[in-house]
């Protein structure tokens, strides 16, 4: 069976490539023909595959057979035109056919005692590869003498068979589909790789980005709350403190910031009132700025669990106040 590979580097099956048995050795594939064209020795010598002692021996027989079936035809042939020299023209066609005749014999004994060294599992008692040579610089072609070493030839160099026969295809169609089935399953695993690389890319950039507007905001705020708090410290009464805090509000963007802001203008407002009532005279305008200021810290919309301090601190200066008009009465 031929086989065409594309490469020049390929797998070979570790097993005797005549007989399928357990290989000892070695041997060069011989020179083949390809396309007309007789591929050198030495070129073909380049490839070796393994081979059980008993195959090497008949496979080195057989090959034998052709260089002493040579070696007889010449040297009758060199015979034959001594003796034509000595003995005329009928000399000569008997020494020529006489060399041509022996020179078949040797073969055919050479041939026939490879054939009996052959044992029921060789594929053939001649060369078990031969190669063919080498097309367009990248195709390897190759003819296999044994059926079931050519398909485990191709099985192990599947992705790189070029030009498979009908029957070279027969025997290989199970293992390329396998192959075509595992390469869309790889593939799938990639793609599927690539979409969770992507996407864990996507919710990375996604979260840099939320840090970024978050450190944003918070510098924002920070800077916000620092010039609005100076204002209110620098306010000359309710109104341009309730001014400052609106402006604020307006422009912060975190609600924990507002929250704070509203906190700190709660402590602005009750200390000014506990101030405002400290400067009074009579209990009653003291009770009243203070009862004012307790009302709207709880009616506010910061947390009175936030508030707790204030509104203890207005309640305490409350009672004291109450607790000194009862005793003014009480005298």
Known sequence: MRVDV?????????????????????????????????????????????????????TTTWQSAARLASSIRFGGLGLAFVIVILGGFVALVLGVAMAFTLSALARHLRLREARRQCHPECAWAGPPVFYLGLSDDVVQSFEFAQLGYAADFMRLNLKKLIYLSSEALRLVQPDLDREAAQEAERQAIAHERMRIAAAEEAE???????????????????????????????????????????????????????????????????????????????SAAKLRTLSEALEAVRNDAVPDHLQVELIRSLETAIAKIEDEKNSIDMV
């Open 204 to 282: 990375r950039k996604a979260i840099e980005r939320e840090r970024v507007r978050i450190a944003a905001e918070v510098a924002h705020d920070n800077n916000v709350y620092q010039k609005c708090i100076a204002r209110i410290d620098t306010a000359k009464g309710p109104a341009g403190r309730r001014s400052a805090v609106e402006a604020g509000l307006r422009s912060l963007r975190q609600d924990h910031m507002r929250q704070q802001l509203m906190l700190e203008a709660s402590r602005f407002e009750v200390s000014a009132a506990i101030a405002k009532a400290e400067g009074l005279k009579s």
């Open 6 to 58: 594309l490469g020049k580097t390929l797998s070979l099956p570790q097993r005797c490539t005549c007989c399928g048995r357990t290989h000892s050795s070695d041997i060069p594939a011989a020179a083949g023909r390809n396309a007309g064209v007789k591929v050198l020795d030495s070129q073909a010598a380049a490839w070796r595959f393994p081979v059980c002692t008993q195959c090497l021996r008949h």
